[in-house]
């Protein structure tokens, strides 16, 4: 369990901080949104749902509140809101999806472990970009000896004398 729980209420507008993993590179990224259900309060496994719009497209996504992959949540605002479930936002959109704002009480929950995953995540792609920067360092060096060694060969071939430009002819003159 994490030990730095956040207060999280429906009708808050928050910023979760999740580490996604694509193939064996990991990133963080950010989804926010607004807060319409939350379950199983800050027990072990409670859970809180997070909707934004997309490009007009609805986006609901669950986060567990003791996940290890959620690095941080910030609170962006706080509305008023007289329900625990707001389901009727996913009805709503544009003015008539607005809620009346209780205040801006930025707040941010973050845990000490994630700060230094995130460290980790860094380094890791640090050194990678170093690996790769040497291997291209390499491939180039290659790459110019062996345009050297074209421009040589290329060079100390022998011009074509005036015997293999009539030789040239005949096969011409034969077609």
Known sequence: ??????????????????IIKEGDKERVQVFEGLVIATHGGKTLDGTFTVRKESFGVGVERVFL????????????????VRRSKLYFMRDLSGKNARLKELNRDHQMWEE????????????ETAKEAEAAKAAKAVQDAEMEKKAEAALKAHEGAESPTPEDEEVVEDKEDKK
């Open 65 to 80: 509140l003791h996940s290890p992959r959620v690095v941080k949540i910030e609170r962006v605002k706080q509305s008023r």
């Open 112 to 123: 000490p472990e994630a700060e230094k995953e995130l460290e980790k995540i860094a380094e």
């Open 1 to 18: 369990m994490k030990k730095n729980i956040p207060e999280i209420a429906t009708g808050d507008t928050l910023r979760v901080h999740q």
